[in-house]
């Protein structure tokens, strides 16, 4: 599927704040970019197909079929470039495959995703696309929709119930992908050893799981020794956790960051500091951080990245598969890419694609 990032099609996701999607929550908030509550989002797109876009189906005659579909989106929060993205693409499948659509957002509460789903419900939806808050406290709402025989496709985060099929990422892979990367780096740039923190996270699902598959991957890399370990989350706690790593350990070399806003925390704390000598890599791009890898400022070598636009374009053709009757894969998970700061036309291409989104 093509990413058309045309203003149109993202207009509703630019609603607030800054958010960043990722992985199950076993609390009522998900990982977060940054918390701020956002508005619904909603859109029709039962007609003006896109002609010559990939996932658009065969023409005229599949989309007129699926007029009569309307498909309901609950997100966590419609704030932040990586949701904006995800919205983007859901809108696009919608638009492309002809059929009726809205998003409403939680604002990352658990008793509002419970409304949302319970006004989906009311309103008799064909089908409905979620990415639950929480693995065990969504599990009445989901199944409140599964009763009503409305099918469900679960984006992003995990729930402890079934589903016609998940959407999204492995997260173990999604951190054991930037840890065999600074592997690599590490023994061949640093020959005489080199100490590494890491920002991670214990509280959700989706944390602890993309640190166990990076810790895995550097486990047996040639001189790297881990020699801080702190969680951070959103922007402020990465920037004062990584002022507090490199005044405890000024010896530290390189810093991993598990999600973007810790991420961005780092970075933020590194200018800061004028400190452009220690390497960090992580975790999701956004336009502000590809912007910070083109920068001399800051030595942002490597991210690791869903695409959250090819995610939201799936859950939605998936749904509307489902309300057709139609079988889908259980599970389907999107590949993942990593920008290096070497890579300097990737990084100039990322922007341009992107940067409609952060207006």
């Known amino acids: 599927m093509k990413k058309k990032f045309l203003s149109g099609l993202i207009c509703a996701a630019m609603v607030a704040g ?3 999607g990722c992985g199950a929550s076993e609390k009522s908030t998900t990982e977060a970019a940054a918390t701020g509550s956002s508005q619904a989002a909603s859109t029709e797109a039962a007609g003006d197909t896109a002609a010559g876009t990939e996932g658009a189906g065969e023409a005229g005659g599949e989309t007129a ?9 609950v997100i966590m929060n419609t704030s932040g470039e990586w ?3 995800v919205i ?8 492309d495959l002809g059929v009726k659509f809205s998003i409403v957002s939680s604002d990352n509460e658990v008793s509002k995703e419970s409304d949302n789903v319970a006004t989906y419900v009311a ?9 639950p808050l929480s693995v065990d406290a969504s599990v009445a709402a989901v199944e409140s929709a599964k009763d ?10 995990t729930v402890n119930t079934d589903t016609e099929g998940f959407v999204g990422v492995s997260n173990y892979d999604l951190g054991g992908k930037t840890g065999e990367y600074v592997k690599e780096y590490v023994e061949k740039n640093f020959p ?3 100490k590494m923190a890491i920002i991670g996270n214990s509280s959700y699902e989706v944390g602890v799981e993309r640190c166990k598959g990076f810790k895995d991957a550097i486990k047996d890399a040639a001189g790297l020794e881990v020699v801080a370990e702190q969680d951070a989350e959103l922007q402020e706690e990465g920037l004062d956790i990584t002022e507090q790593i ?3 350990n000024p010896d530290v070399q390189l810093i991993w960051a598990w999600n973007q806003t810790s991420l961005l925390g780092c970075v933020a704390a590194l200018q800061n500091a004028g400190n452009a000598e220690v390497v960090v890599m992580g975790t999701d791009m956004s336009v502000d951080l590809a912007k910070d890898m083109q920068s001399e400022a800051v030595k942002l070598q490597a991210i690791t990245t869903q695409m959250p636009y090819d995610i939201g374009y799936k859950a939605v053709e998936n749904a509307v598969k489902a309300a057709k009757g139609e079988t889908i894969d259980k599970e389907t998970l999107v590949p993942l890419k990593t920008y290096t700061k070497d890579n300097a036309d990737e990084i100039q291409t990322y922007i341009d694609e992107h940067k409609d989104l952060v207006k």
């Open 148 to 157: 009503a025989s409305i099918p469900i496709v679960n984006w992003n985060t």
């Open 246 to 248: 490199l005044t405890a």
């Open 65 to 73: 079929a699926n007029g009569d579909l309307t498909i309901g989106s």
């Open 192 to 194: 005489d050893g080199c």
């Open 83 to 85: 949701f904006a993205e």
């Open 88 to 95: 983007a693409g859901q809108e696009a499948a919608a638009k």
């Open 18 to 20: 800054m958010l960043a």
């Open 123 to 131: 309103q008799q939806v064909d089908a409905l696309v979620i990415s």
